[in-house]
Structures are given as C-alpha cells and as structure tokens.
C-alpha cells in the first residue's frame, strides 16, 4: 500500500524558510519521480517541482523558481522542500506525488502559512 505522508508545515513570516518532508512507502521509491504540488484557497492544486529519480534532474514551477529546492534521500525514502524567502502568496497546503504504477498517489498535505 503506498504511503505518502508530508510533515513540516506551519507558521512562518515573510522572507522567512520552512523545509518540508515527505515519507514515502510501499513502492520502491528509488525508482519513481516525486513531486511536490501545492493548492491555495479557492485556487486549482499546481505543481511546484519534480525531482528525478537519482536526484540528478529538477524542474521548478516559475513562481518558486531560485527560492525553492527539491532534493531527495533515496536511502530514507524521502523527499523534501527547502523553500526560502517565502511569500505571502507561497501560502498553501502542499502535497508529495508520485506516479506509481500508472496510479496518482497524493499525501494528506501539509499547511504551509506566511504571514507576519
């Protein structure tokens, strides 16, 4: 049964820095890509990055571009979000994804909040 399960959300004032995390089993995680997406109130959910398998390749939405990484443990199965200079806008619950198997699977999310 995969299992994504983010952590690490919260409060936390402009320009300010979260990391987030995101436990993954039940595949073998080494062998997908894993992104993490995002959705604001009243706003479509929207990918944020995407991560390749070995790490190697990364890709970032424009908005969080040169503020966010996404790196990956494929020891731990983990992936993670290092977001910075966090934005009033960056609010949003952000949610780990993969692709398993043909199937979406999406975490509970975790809520991100910047505000002063």
């Known amino acids: 049964q995969v299992q994504l399960v983010e952590s690490g959300g919260g409060l936390v004032q402009p320009g300010g820095s979260l990391r987030l995390s995101c436990a993954a089993s039940?595949?073998?995680?080494?062998?997908?890509?894993m992104s993490w997406y995002r959705q604001a109130p009243g706003k479509e959910r929207e990918l944020v990055a995407i991560?390749?398998?070995?790490?190697?390749?990364?890709m970032y939405a424009d908005s969080p571009k040169g503020r966010f990484t996404i790196s990956r443990d494929n020891a731990k199965n983990m992936v993670y979000l290092q977001m910075n200079s966090l934005k009033p806008e960056d609010a949003a619950v952000y949610y780990c994804?993969?692709?398993?198997?043909?199937?979406?699977?999406w975490g509970q999310g975790t809520q991100v909040t910047v505000s002063s």
């Open positions: 994804h993969a692709v398993v198997s043909g199937r979406e699977q």
């Open positions: 039940g595949f073998t995680f080494s062998s997908y890509a």
């Open positions: 991560i390749s398998t070995t790490g190697g390749t990364t």
